[in-house]
């Protein structure tokens, strides 16, 4: 049902037809658990996207269909380009949905950089929850334009810059997934924001002991930094444990063959809730971290963190009270385990957790999509 206000009270959620769209899913992460979590929270099971999801796996966060939209375009043309290109060709495909095809929705929230590409019907509210501006066009610019395939793809990232910058206005409204990326939305989009911070199921994590070994969770990607944190237990007696997609950075091998690490790959959430509360403590050292859940759900877990001291880990971790900082480098993780080891910490890490917890979430979303909506109609309604 189509909601109209008349300026008095907003509107409940459910008098609000909102559709959810997320950009094109090659792997299983974080982006994913939000979208999930954000169709839960506001009764939506279905959430549209652009070709069909590549992981094997079923979505391991919830029950969620995901719509392929190219799949109702003419011909086989756009699947193949999105196939070709990658993320890139997104931006137009985005663009040449037509959303009174699928409900003219009073509302639609997208995820994803290039899901903003939408152009949406003059009385549909756009809402884009940000995980960060594109990270290759703007703050880690220059840490890949050195690359082989940095140098190659220079021209083509500077004209996607520019395109990406362009559609901005086709956003009404930024929800923004830490003030990290709130920061980032301002100085590269001069666009203010809302910080809605992910949603951890807190009750999910529980301590359940120690078992002596460190946990690594996430992807082995070289953005995650995890080619120092393997560096740093090479050659030591301390075990830890990797659980996450093999990523692109080439260590499996270096991991599966020294006698202190294993490596489990990317395991069910009943597992990992496992890993957390058993390990000792939990290394992450992501760069410059948009946002960072593994922190959080350490936390959660009753374990300290040994976090990389920049981006939104670097903030929400204080330096031997829920964890221990590092900068990245090996010597400095190697540094940060002996401190956590010698000194342990001085808090509960659970007590961290709190603000971020799936009740805090789903309120936010259910008080400000009926106040954004109604700020919007009545704005241009006739008085």
């Known amino acids: 049902m189509s909601a109209a206000t008349n300026g008095t009270d907003a509107p409940s959620l459910a008098d609000i037809d909102v559709a959810v769209a997320h950009w094109h899913i090659d792997s299983w992460g974080g982006a994913e658990y939000l979208v999930t979590k954000l169709a839960d929270a506001i009764d939506e099971s279905c959430v549209y996207t652009v070709g069909p999801p590549e992981p094997s796996e079923p979505n391991p966060y919830g029950k969620i269909t995901f719509y392929d939209v190219t799949q109702d375009f003419s011909g086989l043309v756009a699947p193949r380009v999105r196939h070709l290109v990658g993320r890139p060709a997104e931006y137009g495909l985005w663009a040449d949905i037509d959303w009174r095809r699928y409900g003219n929705p009073d509302v639609l929230i997208t995820s994803g950089a290039t899901a903003r590409a939408v152009i949406t019907p003059d009385n549909t509210f756009h809402i884009n929850y940000c995980h960060s501006p594109p990270r290759w066009f703007y703050d880690l610019y220059h840490d890949r334009k050195g690359t082989t395939l940095g140098r190659i793809a220079r021209p083509l990232v500077r004209w996607l810059r520019t395109a990406d910058n362009a559609l901005d206005d086709r956003v009404d409204h930024y929800f923004a997934n830490s003030p990290v990326v ?171 957790a709190g603000e971020f917890s799936a009740t805090a979430f789903e309120q936010q979303l259910q008080t400000r999509i009926p106040d954004l909506y109604q700020e919007f109609d009545c704005r241009f309604s006739r008085g």
Not at 247 to 267: C, H, K, L, Q
Not at 283 to 294: A, L, Q, T, W, Y
């Open 182 to 352: 709130a920061r980032r939305l301002w100085k590269y989009y001069k666009r203010d924001s809302e910080v809605l911070y992910p949603p951890v199921d807190i009750d999910a994590y529980t301590h359940r002991g120690d078992e002596g070994f460190y946990l690594h969770l996430g992807r082995l990607d070289i953005e995650k930094g995890i080619e120092p944190v393997v560096a740093a237990f090479e050659g030591t007696d301390r075990k830890i444990v990797f659980a996450g997609g093999k990523g692109d950075a080439n260590v499996t091998s270096r991991i599966r063959t020294a006698p202190n690490m294993t490596y489990e790959g990317f395991v069910t959430e009943e597992r990992k809730y496992e890993l957390l509360g058993t390990c000792r403590a939990v290394v992450f050292n992501g760069r410059n971290e948009d946002f960072g859940i593994v922190p959080i759900e350490a936390n959660a877990s009753g374990k300290p963190c040994i976090a990389r001291e920049e981006g939104f880990p670097g903030m929400f971790i204080r330096d031997g009270e829920n964890g221990v900082l590092h900068d990245g480098s090996s010597a400095s993780i190697r540094a940060a385990i002996d401190r956590l080891e010698r000194d342990g910490i001085a808090s509960d890490p659970a007590d961290r």
